[in-house]
Protein backbone atom coordinates (compact mmCIF):
# COMPACT_ATOMS: atom_id res chain seq x y z
CA UNK A 1 0.00 0.00 0.00
CA UNK A 2 1.01 3.72 -0.66
CA UNK A 3 3.44 5.24 2.05
CA UNK A 4 3.29 9.09 2.46
CA UNK A 5 5.21 10.46 4.84
CA UNK A 6 4.84 14.17 5.94
CA UNK A 7 6.72 16.36 8.03
CA UNK A 8 6.98 17.73 10.24
CA UNK A 9 4.51 16.91 12.58
CA UNK A 10 4.39 20.03 14.01
CA UNK A 11 5.27 23.39 13.17
CA UNK A 12 4.87 27.26 15.17
CA UNK A 13 5.72 29.96 13.27
CA UNK A 14 5.19 33.65 13.78
CA UNK A 15 2.55 35.83 12.18
CA UNK A 16 3.61 36.98 8.89
CA UNK A 17 6.25 33.99 9.04
CA UNK A 18 6.09 31.21 5.85
CA UNK A 19 5.16 28.28 6.63
CA UNK A 20 6.67 25.03 5.02
CA UNK A 21 5.15 21.91 5.05
CA UNK A 22 6.90 18.50 3.10
CA UNK A 23 5.61 15.59 1.41
CA UNK A 24 6.99 12.12 0.15
CA UNK A 25 5.22 9.23 -1.81
CA UNK A 26 6.35 6.16 -3.73
CA UNK A 27 4.69 5.83 -6.36
CA UNK A 28 1.01 6.78 -7.90
CA UNK A 29 -0.31 6.47 -11.76
CA UNK A 30 -2.79 9.40 -10.92
CA UNK A 31 -1.10 13.25 -11.15
CA UNK A 32 -3.32 14.73 -8.40
CA UNK A 33 -1.70 15.87 -5.49
CA UNK A 34 -3.98 17.50 -2.89
CA UNK A 35 -3.59 19.70 0.49
CA UNK A 36 -6.07 19.05 2.99
CA UNK A 37 -6.65 21.77 6.13
CA UNK A 38 -8.70 20.66 9.02
CA UNK A 39 -10.06 23.00 11.81
CA UNK A 40 -10.36 21.69 15.53
CA UNK A 41 -13.80 19.85 15.56
CA UNK A 42 -14.03 19.73 12.08
CA UNK A 43 -13.75 17.81 9.04
CA UNK A 44 -10.71 18.07 6.82
CA UNK A 45 -11.54 20.87 3.69
CA UNK A 46 -9.67 20.74 0.66
CA UNK A 47 -7.04 23.69 0.36
CA UNK A 48 -5.22 23.22 -2.80
CA UNK A 49 -4.43 20.92 -5.14
CA UNK A 50 -1.63 20.48 -7.95
CA UNK A 51 -1.41 18.44 -11.48
CA UNK A 52 2.09 18.39 -12.08
CA UNK A 53 1.70 19.63 -15.55
CA UNK A 54 3.35 22.44 -13.39
CA UNK A 55 5.56 22.50 -11.17
CA UNK A 56 3.98 24.99 -9.17
CA UNK A 57 0.65 26.45 -8.00
CA UNK A 58 -0.11 29.74 -6.34
CA UNK A 59 -3.89 30.62 -5.00
CA UNK A 60 -3.26 33.37 -2.49
CA UNK A 61 -1.23 32.87 0.17
CA UNK A 62 -0.72 29.01 -0.65
CA UNK A 63 1.99 27.27 -2.76
CA UNK A 64 2.20 24.43 -3.99
CA UNK A 65 5.73 23.19 -5.31
CA UNK A 66 5.91 19.67 -7.01
CA UNK A 67 9.07 17.91 -7.61
CA UNK A 68 8.07 14.36 -10.04
CA UNK A 69 11.88 13.34 -9.83
CA UNK A 70 12.17 13.28 -6.07
CA UNK A 71 8.42 12.47 -5.80
CA UNK A 72 7.86 15.13 -3.19
CA UNK A 73 5.83 18.47 -2.97
CA UNK A 74 5.42 21.07 -0.28
CA UNK A 75 2.79 23.63 0.71
CA UNK A 76 4.10 27.13 1.63
CA UNK A 77 1.92 29.16 3.20
CA UNK A 78 2.97 32.67 2.63
CA UNK A 79 2.35 35.80 5.52
CA UNK A 80 1.26 32.82 8.17
CA UNK A 81 -1.97 34.15 10.29
CA UNK A 82 -3.25 32.77 13.05
CA UNK A 83 -6.69 31.85 11.23
CA UNK A 84 -3.98 29.53 9.40
CA UNK A 85 -3.49 27.37 12.60
CA UNK A 86 -4.87 24.23 11.57
CA UNK A 87 -3.85 20.75 10.50
CA UNK A 88 -2.26 20.08 7.28
CA UNK A 89 -2.42 17.24 5.37
CA UNK A 90 -1.09 16.13 2.09
CA UNK A 91 -2.50 12.72 -0.21
CA UNK A 92 -1.82 11.00 -2.69
CA UNK A 93 -4.15 9.19 -5.06
CA UNK A 94 -3.96 5.34 -5.23
CA UNK A 95 -2.87 3.40 -8.27
CA UNK A 96 -6.37 3.00 -9.33
CA UNK A 97 -7.31 6.49 -8.53
CA UNK A 98 -10.33 5.48 -6.03
CA UNK A 99 -8.92 6.35 -2.95
CA UNK A 100 -6.83 8.68 -1.24
CA UNK A 101 -3.38 8.02 1.10
CA UNK A 102 -3.20 10.52 3.42
CA UNK A 103 -0.25 12.08 5.33
CA UNK A 104 0.28 12.07 9.15
CA UNK A 105 -0.64 15.75 9.22
CA UNK A 106 1.33 18.18 10.11
CA UNK A 107 -0.42 20.47 13.45
CA UNK A 108 0.72 24.24 12.48
CA UNK A 109 0.24 27.13 15.07
CA UNK A 110 0.74 30.62 14.13
CA UNK A 111 1.85 32.84 17.07
CA UNK A 112 0.31 35.88 16.65
CA UNK B 1 -20.58 23.72 5.64
CA UNK B 2 -19.48 20.70 2.94
CA UNK B 3 -22.84 19.59 2.58
CA UNK B 4 -22.09 16.09 4.37
CA UNK B 5 -24.06 15.17 7.37
CA UNK B 6 -22.73 12.56 10.25
CA UNK B 7 -24.85 11.62 12.97
CA UNK B 8 -24.52 10.59 15.64
CA UNK B 9 -21.98 13.32 16.79
CA UNK B 10 -21.00 11.67 19.76
CA UNK B 11 -21.21 8.04 20.81
CA UNK B 12 -19.88 6.34 24.21
CA UNK B 13 -19.99 3.14 24.56
CA UNK B 14 -18.25 -0.05 26.04
CA UNK B 15 -16.26 -3.30 24.98
CA UNK B 16 -18.04 -5.76 22.84
CA UNK B 17 -20.76 -3.57 22.35
CA UNK B 18 -22.19 -2.97 18.09
CA UNK B 19 -22.95 0.85 17.08
CA UNK B 20 -24.07 2.09 13.89
CA UNK B 21 -22.39 5.54 12.32
CA UNK B 22 -24.39 7.55 9.88
CA UNK B 23 -23.90 9.66 6.14
CA UNK B 24 -25.98 11.65 4.84
CA UNK B 25 -23.96 12.47 1.30
CA UNK B 26 -24.03 15.95 -0.86
CA UNK B 27 -26.65 16.02 -2.45
CA UNK B 28 -26.26 14.82 -5.79
CA UNK B 29 -22.83 13.04 -5.02
CA UNK B 30 -22.89 9.08 -5.89
CA UNK B 31 -19.71 8.19 -3.69
CA UNK B 32 -19.43 8.26 0.14
CA UNK B 33 -15.97 7.47 1.53
CA UNK B 34 -15.84 6.30 5.10
CA UNK B 35 -12.21 7.06 7.24
CA UNK B 36 -11.13 6.61 10.58
CA UNK B 37 -8.56 9.28 12.57
CA UNK B 38 -7.02 8.20 15.69
CA UNK B 39 -4.08 9.94 17.78
CA UNK B 40 -1.20 7.98 16.52
CA UNK B 41 -3.09 6.60 12.83
CA UNK B 42 -3.58 9.61 10.98
CA UNK B 43 -6.48 9.34 8.57
CA UNK B 44 -6.99 5.83 7.14
CA UNK B 45 -8.94 5.44 4.88
CA UNK B 46 -11.50 2.17 5.22
CA UNK B 47 -13.97 2.17 2.19
CA UNK B 48 -15.83 3.14 -0.36
CA UNK B 49 -19.46 2.98 -1.78
CA UNK B 50 -20.08 4.69 -5.67
CA UNK B 51 -24.09 4.06 -6.23
CA UNK B 52 -24.78 1.80 -3.94
CA UNK B 53 -21.79 -0.57 -4.91
CA UNK B 54 -18.24 -1.64 -3.11
CA UNK B 55 -15.55 0.42 -5.02
CA UNK B 56 -12.61 0.51 -2.80
CA UNK B 57 -11.84 -0.86 0.44
CA UNK B 58 -8.78 0.20 2.78
CA UNK B 59 -7.32 -1.18 6.00
CA UNK B 60 -11.01 -1.45 7.66
CA UNK B 61 -11.60 -4.36 10.13
CA UNK B 62 -13.61 -8.06 9.51
CA UNK B 63 -15.71 -6.46 12.21
CA UNK B 64 -16.28 -3.15 10.55
CA UNK B 65 -18.86 -3.13 7.53
CA UNK B 66 -20.55 -0.61 5.90
CA UNK B 67 -23.51 -0.14 2.91
CA UNK B 68 -25.12 2.78 0.70
CA UNK B 69 -28.49 2.89 0.36
CA UNK B 70 -30.59 3.35 -2.62
CA UNK B 71 -31.39 6.63 -0.87
CA UNK B 72 -27.51 7.03 -1.21
CA UNK B 73 -27.11 7.56 2.13
CA UNK B 74 -24.29 5.24 3.72
CA UNK B 75 -24.01 3.29 7.29
CA UNK B 76 -20.39 1.76 8.83
CA UNK B 77 -21.40 -0.88 11.24
CA UNK B 78 -18.82 -1.55 14.26
CA UNK B 79 -19.31 -4.49 15.84
CA UNK B 80 -17.77 -6.54 18.96
CA UNK B 81 -15.68 -3.05 19.53
CA UNK B 82 -12.33 -2.48 21.27
CA UNK B 83 -10.90 0.19 23.47
CA UNK B 84 -8.49 1.02 20.50
CA UNK B 85 -11.34 1.51 18.18
CA UNK B 86 -11.61 4.48 20.07
CA UNK B 87 -11.49 7.46 17.17
CA UNK B 88 -13.39 10.27 15.09
CA UNK B 89 -14.70 8.22 12.27
CA UNK B 90 -15.54 10.67 8.99
CA UNK B 91 -17.47 10.63 5.87
CA UNK B 92 -16.91 11.91 3.07
CA UNK B 93 -18.82 11.86 -0.80
CA UNK B 94 -17.70 13.24 -4.07
CA UNK B 95 -19.80 13.61 -7.09
CA UNK B 96 -18.10 10.55 -9.32
CA UNK B 97 -16.25 7.52 -8.48
CA UNK B 98 -13.13 8.84 -8.44
CA UNK B 99 -12.35 8.92 -4.82
CA UNK B 100 -8.61 10.83 -5.54
CA UNK B 101 -10.28 14.05 -6.99
CA UNK B 102 -12.26 16.46 -4.06
CA UNK B 103 -13.80 14.78 -1.36
CA UNK B 104 -16.10 16.69 0.80
CA UNK B 105 -15.81 15.67 4.73
CA UNK B 106 -18.53 15.64 7.20
CA UNK B 107 -17.91 16.55 10.64
CA UNK B 108 -17.49 13.21 11.97
CA UNK B 109 -18.64 10.89 15.13
CA UNK B 110 -16.45 10.45 18.00
CA UNK B 111 -16.55 7.27 19.02
CA UNK B 112 -15.37 6.41 22.56
CA UNK B 113 -14.88 2.47 23.98
CA UNK B 114 -15.31 2.54 27.55
Not at chain 2, 56 to 85: T, V
Request: charge should be neutral.
Amino acid sequence: QQQVKQSPQSLIVQKGGISIINCAYENTAFDYFPWYQQFPGKGPALLIAIRPDVSEKKEGRFTISFNKSAKQFSLHIMDSQPGDSATYFCAVPDDAGNMLTFGGGTRLMVKP
Amino acid sequence: DSGVTQTPKHLITATGQRVTLRCSPRSGDLSVYWYQQSLDQGLQFLIQYYNGEERAKGNILERFSAQQFPDLHSELNLSSLELGDSALYFCASSVGSSGYLEQFFGPGTRLTVL
